[in-house]
């Protein structure tokens, strides 16, 4: 079992700053960032994997870094530029089975309870 704990959220106008962290319980190299809005489907937003490879959302490129610390025991998301649109919570997701990066949402099997990010316009 991996617990996962998120921190970090908070309320920000458009144009603003956020990180958000997660903790993890134990070394984890497949995690990732999925954020659902009021009303949507939760959707991905960054990951990273083996090799440190990393996905990020056509929705986040360029504004969203995805990284982890060494120990690969907590994952962070550095968000720039952030848009209204950008207003969900966010959660961190950690994968057993690790063989690249993945984006769906079937390839993680522990989750944290979500921090959530308000983007005021």
């Known amino acids: 079992q991996v617990q996962l704990v998120e921190s970090g959220g908070g309320s920000v106008q458009a144009g603003g700053s956020l990180r958000v962290s997660c903790a993890a319980s134990?070394?984890?190299?497949?995690m990732a960032w999925f954020r659902q809005a009021p009303g949507k489907e939760r959707e991905g937003v960054a990951a990273?994997?083996?090799?440190?490879?990393?996905y990020y959302a056509d929705s986040v490129k360029g504004r969203f870094t995805i990284s982890q610390d060494n120990a690969r025991r907590t994952l962070y998301l550095q968000m720039n530029s952030l848009k209204p649109e950008d207003t969900a919570m966010y959660y961190c997701?950690?994968?057993?089975?690790?063989?690249?990066?993945?984006?769906?949402?079937?390839?993680?099997?522990?989750w944290g309870q979500g921090t959530q990010v308000t983007v005021s316009s």
């Open positions: 134990a070394y984890s190299v497949c």
């Open positions: 990273i994997g083996s090799g440190r490879t990393t």
């Open positions: 997701a950690a994968a057993t089975y690790c063989n690249g990066v993945y984006s769906k949402e079937r390839a993680y099997n522990y």
